[in-house]
């Protein structure tokens, strides 16, 4: 079964500073990857995905995210972070079992922006 | 505009009184799926449905029932809540077809039992 894991509970960036959040999922084949932002008090909004072709992939809000392969990664970035940037971000991967209706989530990264 | 809307928003209730939780989305999906929020757990699938009439359990499904009898709605049912199933829950909407969709998320509930 493919599972996803964010090595970072917390992090905290400067406002204007670059941000990369990590996130490695197990998978033997090509996977159908997404990043998700929870910000207080509201539901997950979709910042980007990955299904195929290019590794390099755009999202809302100025972010970013690079699958890689070999390192089963899928780390999202931002060259340089807003205060209303606050929140929790999810990765994710379609789970293959449900014919990748289903999403196996990370347990999160809390991002705080200090002034 | 095309939305997921969850009521209520907040719950607080008691051990053993049966609750729903609605779900209805405006975007004619197929997919529709609650989700549980526990810090430190992430999301985690409790029941999902394909399609009208059609429903399966997830990773955690006990203590939980749904229904699909229309194709907007998707209700979550507490028959008997317990105390551990304090949490913030969440119903996502996406197309069924081959390969995944982008999922859709409610606004979520935040429920308590005392």
């Known amino acids: 079964a493919q599972s996803v894991t964010q090595p970072d509970i917390h992090i905290t960036v400067s406002e204007g500073a670059s941000l990369e959040l990590r996130c490695n999922y197990s998978?033997?084949?090509?996977?159908?990857l997404f990043w998700y932002v929870q910000s207080p008090g509201q539901g997950l909004q979709l910042l980007l995905k990955?299904?195929?072709?290019?590794?390099l992939v755009q999202g809302i809000k100025g972010f970013e995210a690079e699958f890689k392969r070999s390192q089963s990664s899928f780390n999202l970035r931002k060259p340089s972070v807003h205060w209303s940037d606050a929140a929790e971000y999810f990765c994710?991967?379609?789970?293959?079992?449900?014919?990748?209706?289903?999403?196996?989530f990370g347990t999160g990264t809390r991002l705080l922006v200090s002034p | 505009e095309a939305q997921v809307t969850q009521n209520p928003r907040y719950l607080i209730t008691v051990t053993g009184k049966k609750l729903t939780v609605t779900c209805s989305q405006n975007?004619?999906?197929?997919?529709m799926s609650w989700y549980r929020q526990d810090p430190g757990l992430g999301l985690r699938q409790i029941y999902y449905?394909?399609?009208?009439?059609?429903?399966d359990k997830g990773d955690v499904p006990e203590g939980y029932k749904v229904s699909r009898k229309e194709k907007r709605n998707f209700p979550l049912i507490l028959e008997s809540p317990s105390p551990n199933q304090t949490s913030l829950y969440f119903c996502?909407?996406?197309?069924?077809?081959?390969?995944?969709?982008?999922?859709?998320f409610g606004p979520g509930t935040r429920l308590t039992v005392t």
């Open positions: 994710a991967v379609a789970d293959e079992n449900t014919g990748f209706q289903k999403l196996v």
């Open positions: 449905s394909m399609n009208v009439e059609v429903t």
């Open positions: 975007m004619n999906h197929e997919y």
């Open positions: 990955y299904f195929s072709g290019d590794t």
């Open positions: 996502a909407s996406s197309l069924w077809d081959k390969g995944a969709n982008e999922q859709y």
């Open positions: 998978y033997g084949a090509t996977p159908y």
